[in-house]
Nanobody, 122 residues
Framework: VQLQASGGGLVQAGGSLRLSCAAS????????LGWFRQAPGKEQEFVAG????????NLADSVKGRFAISRDNAKNTVYLQMNALKPEDTAVYYC????????????????WGQGTQVTVSS
């Protein structure tokens, strides 16, 4: 099983980025998916989660109205669209996957990607 995150980079405050996470080696449609982030010196933080079908999503309060999570089961890929970025969004972003139905907001997913750096300048 492999999760490959991409799309991070340096952006000015107010800008947008779209992260992608491509999965392989698993039956993608059976997995609930999540995005987490970790800033230097801080604990890992839940950002967004999506159900197996994509019909249900869950966003952290800190990103509601700015971020959106989606998935394409035909492409084995989950996305995180990030708009109106703020300097406090700066972190390494990780995608995660786990079998099951209920979206997990804790970092207990069994499968993790390698992370992609997002840096938002003021």
């Amino acid at each position: 099983v492999q999760l490959q995150a991409s799309g991070g980079g340096l952006v000015q405050a107010g800008g947008s980025l779209r992260l992608s996470c491509a999965a392989s080696g698993l039956t993608f449609s059976l997995y609930r998916l999540g995005w987490f982030r970790q800033a230097p010196g801080k604990e890992q933080e839940f950002v967004a989660g999506i159900s197996r079908s994509g019909s249900t999503t869950n966003l952290a309060d800190s990103v509601k109205g700015r971020f959106a999570i989606s998935r394409d089961n035909a492409k084995n890929t989950v996305y995180l669209q990030m708009n109106a970025l703020k300097p406090e969004d700066t972190a390494v972003y990780y995608c995660a996957a786990d079998l099951g139905t209920v979206i997990l907001v804790s970092p207990t997913y069994r499968r993790w990607g390698q992370g992609t750096q997002v840096t938002v300048s003021s």
